[in-house]
């Protein structure tokens, strides 16, 4: 029983850490690296700028050459910016100068590109964009749309299949290897007797909709079906979200007799609603109370079938609104009908 328990308990924890690894960077790439905190440039250089900025930060330069003379000062200031790049800017500046009289502001840019040996004659200006039409510009903003679109739905999907991922392997009742299984089984049973199942499910605080339930029967092809057990809630105390589970109901249905078909049922209480007598009073109807220990084992008798309960692990939690050791924080079982002989 260790070694299955430890096995299962690795298994959950590698998942639930591959999980929130994947989640956690989904969500801080997303969230945080888009929305929140997205990124910022600061300190950059003259020539990583827009290219309106750099043909004001060109325009200053030539300026400032043309009443300092510096002209290792000049230099350094075009550090870092393209030849062909630098007669572009000079271009469409000198003719913006141009067209607007400002023959000094002609004059300053073309000494600046005698001193940088840039030949700006010949050098076409930057064409104005020609206008688009609405239908151009719509399917160009689809064009930039279109990745992000696609980086959402592949985000998207790996989401739904992590939810699968852990829905199935998390979710459903935990599975042997056959050889430690058959092990497990055979101490639960008495000469003559077959176990016909083994599961093991656990609760966790928080977890408002447990109550599972597994089916009875026997392996395919035939399939015959015996009956089903489970265990849910079965009392709550204090109050608030999310619930304080003090009780657990353990029970199993049984058809194997079809003239007597019945469903037994115990409860698995904690410490404080053991001892405590009203508690005690209202699980009368619902079936016997036991006190949850670790390492305790139960049976909940049936007609044709009895139900072999192993409590693996608990814990309680400790909210100072209630009792102490009055709620659980989780709870695993190991649930294993029996054939009578």
């Avoid at 299962?8 to 969230?31: D, E, F, K, P, S």
């Avoid at 075009?78 to 000079?90: N, Q, R, T």
């Avoid at 160009?140 to 299949?161: K, N, Q, T």
């Avoid at 199993?252 to 115990?266: A, G, S």
Wanted: include cysteine; hydrophobic fraction near 45%; charged fraction near 25%.
């Amino acid at each position: 029983m260790l070694q299955y328990a430890t096995a299962l308990i690795g298994r959950q924890t590698i998942i639930a850490g591959v999980v929130c690894l994947v989640v956690g960077c989904l969500v801080g790439w997303l969230v945080f690296g888009w929305l929140i905190w997205p990124v910022s440039w600061t300190d950059a250089d003259p020539y990583d700028l827009r290219e309106q900025h750099k043909e004001a930060y060109v325009s200053m330069v030539a300026d400032s050459y043309s009443v300092n003379f510096d002209r290792q000062l000049a230099r350094d200031r075009m550090v870092g910016f393209e030849e062909e790049e630098v007669a572009e800017i000079m271009a469409v500046l000198i003719e913006e100068r141009e067209d607007s009289g400002d023959a000094q502001g002609v004059q300053n840019l073309r000494e600046l590109g005698d001193l940088l040996e840039i030949s700006i004659e010949g050098v076409p200006p930057t064409p104005e964009p020609t206008p688009q039409p609405l239908t151009a510009r719509i399917s160009s903003l689809a064009r930039s749309l279109l990745p992000i679109c696609g980086v959402s739905i592949v985000v998207l999907l790996i989401v739904a299949v992590i939810a699968i991922v852990v829905y199935r392997f998390l979710g459903r009742p935990a599975v042997v290897p056959a050889e430690v299984a058959r092990e497990e089984l055979a101490r639960w049973e008495a000469p003559g007797e077959a176990a016909v199942g083994h599961f093991v499910t656990t609760y966790h605080f928080g977890d408002d909709g447990y109550d599972t339930s597994f089916n009875i029967e026997t392996a395919e092809p035939e399939g015959e079906f015996y009956g089903a057990c489970g265990v849910g809630f079965s009392e709550v105390i204090g109050e608030g979200s999310p619930d304080k589970i003090a009780a657990f109901e353990v029970w199993i249905f049984d058809k194997t007799d079809l003239d007597n078909v019945q469903t037994v049922t115990q409860v698995l209480m904690s410490e404080f609603a053991y001892h405590n007598d009203v508690l005690r009073a209202k699980m009368k109807d619902r079936g016997e109370a036991v006190l949850a220990e670790k390492g305790k084992t139960i049976v909940v008798d049936a007609v044709g079938m009895k139900l072999n309960v192993e409590i693996v692990d608990l814990a309680y939690g400790t909210d100072p609104s209630v009792p102490p050791r009055s709620y659980f924080e989780t709870l695993t079982t190991e649930l294993v009908p029996v054939l009578k002989a």
